[in-house]
């Protein structure tokens, strides 16, 4: 059973709008937090993490939020660009160096001009 | 930095053959990590090293799997005999693990496309 789980396989947004991609997990456990961007052919590369503790985490274009009664995340990425096309996965892990990542299976994001 | 480099970026062999998949991690790094990336699946953990010591490797599907990691600039992955259901494209990641070091980031690299005819 999947512990981390991105219900929607694909988005689509104009560009300026913003992309909202969710995720949701199952396990209360988990305390850390990380979004990863991967274009075709690419690995995944880090975006944006968040902890337990904060509800939100904000870089620049990203924001990360955290709604931890509801096993919740989302990103949002505002204003969106048509380089922000690529694969979002949503990953969990515990606070604690060294441990696996848990993936989602991924949003697929396309903006378009 | 070069980053994590992995080779060879396309593999097609045939069910049954021997195939091994290598990954260079990022120098200073002591964490490395295999992962393998499916339709159904999605992205998982093979296995996980820590100063060239597997630590965790509940997530190789079976015996014919198989990593080893003989230095800290080196590690492969090995399936043998190959099936036609392990296509899929294997990523090698890795990270610094610090003595303070709460939480690491995974630094992937491009991946091998593995095909098994």
């Known amino acids: 059973d999947q512990q981390v789980k991105q219900n929607s396989p694909s988005l689509s947004v104009q560009e300026g709008r913003i992309s909202i991609l969710n995720c949701d997990y199952t396990n209360s456990m988990f305390d850390y937090f990380l979004w990863y961007k991967k274009y075709p052919a690419e690995g995944p590369t880090f975006l944006i993490s968040?902890?337990?503790?904060?509800d939100k985490n904000e870089d620049g274009r990203f924001t990360v939020f955290l709604n931890k009664s509801a096993k919740h995340l989302s990103l949002h990425i505002v204003p969106s660009q048509p380089g922000d096309s690529a694969v979002y996965f949503c990953a969990a892990t515990f606070n604690q160096a060294g441990t696996a990542l848990i993936f989602g299976k991924g949003t697929t994001l396309s903006v378009s001009s | 930095d070069a980053g994590v480099i992995q080779s060879p970026r396309h593999e097609v062999t045939e069910m049954g053959q021997e195939v091994t998949l290598r990954c260079k991690p990022i120098s200073g790094h002591n964490s490395l990590f295999w992962y393998r990336q499916t339709m159904m699946r999605g992205l998982e953990l093979l296995i996980y090293?820590?100063?060239?010591?597997?630590?965790?490797d509940s997530g190789m599907p079976e015996d014919r799997f198989s990593a080893k990691m003989p230095n800290a600039s080196f590690s492969t992955l090995k399936i043998q005999p190959s099936e036609p259901r392990d296509s899929a494209v294997y990523f090698c990641?890795?990270?610094?693990?610090?003595?303070?070091?709460?939480?690491?980031?995974?630094?992937f690299g491009p991946g091998t496309r593995l095909t098994v005819l």
């Open positions: 990641a890795s990270s610094f693990l610090g003595l303070f070091t709460v939480t690491d980031t995974q630094y």
């Open positions: 968040i902890s337990s503790i904060k």
């Open positions: 090293f820590n100063n060239n010591v597997p630590i965790d």
